[in-house]
């Protein structure tokens, strides 16, 4: 018999759902976005994240219960992000999960957002060999596993201070790009030079394996600062402050070359830090795969220099599978509903659940 699994998700800024056929067969995908109600802000305000998520649970999940045409009664068991993220975005992915469980008598399982993410390329890649490596690259997480086999990971590197997506973020907001930074700085670093401005790379003390972003953070803010000439940048900035929506040519007419040789040489560091250590992990731990995912997965640039590496087989997401979604939620949950690993009522949001 097909097992339909539910999955919900809600840990961050999207409220989503999607109902995976056996692990591997995405019958529906539902996703919310919030990106409107924070992009004003510069990056997601809990507190508003919480409302958006009370009202768009109930609809993003019946859209997806009719979207696979499966009614409540149909599903295999109901799979819900219960950390880490957001403690009051996860709270309503939750309990809402919990009351369908409980009214319709079908079972609960607790997922890893970071385990989904993961699954949002083994989903699509069930050839994947362990060992792999696999680096998980999002807004909120800068995580290096070592895979050994199926469901058994080993945290073997991360970020000290900022998440990739995070240094993205506060370089496009430093230079007037808005709110999420990483889509605007991937589309316009093809026009600039890469090589223009040399940033050193980041040396870490201890484990070699982990990372650094906020060195890197704070050299883009010290360029800024020394390009200040007869505050041209601070025109420049505010002209871009006032676009909104921009298209990849309105940023263009509003970014002189300097400012996209200088982001193009942002995102070739980043993307060199993350694949070096990639690298080193595939390595240590003799594999021949490695998993990037996560929202910086979707990274033109970076899935381009991968493809470049030899010796090693990268996988990345489809790219609506890069950015949150609960596919990768309910495609995570199959081997746990093989295993019968099932969540009780009692489940709680665990705002820094770890994987390891
Ligand atoms: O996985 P995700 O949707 O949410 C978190 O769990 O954080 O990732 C969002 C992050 C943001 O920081 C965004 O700037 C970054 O992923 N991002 C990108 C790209 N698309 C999204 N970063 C670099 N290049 C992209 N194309
Ligand atoms: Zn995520």
Redo the contacts with the bound molecule.
Sequence with gaps: MQTNILGIESS?D?TAAAVVSDGEQIRSSVVASQLATHAKYGGVVPELASREHLRAIVPVVRQALVDAGVELHDLSAIAVTSGPGLVGSLLVGISYAKALSYASNVPLIAINHVEG?IHSVLLENPEVRFPAGALVV????THLFEIRAAGEYRLIGKTRDDAA??A??KVAKLLGFGY????V??KLAPFGDATAVRFSPVKMKGNPLDFSFSGLKTAVLRWTERHDVNADLREEIQRRKQLRKASVDDWLKVTPQRTLDLLASFQRTVIEELLRRVNLAAEEIGAESAIIA???A???GLRKQALAYNGLRFYFPAPELS??NAAMIAAAAFPKFQAKEFAGLELKAQASLVLA
């Excluded at 999002?138 to 997480?141: D, K, Q």
């Excluded at 999420?180 to 889509?183: Q, T």
């Design positions: 961050c999207e993410h999002s807004g909120g997480h997506g995070e993205f973020d999420p930074g990483g889509p700085i991937d996560g929202g910086v979707s990274n033109a950015t949150d």
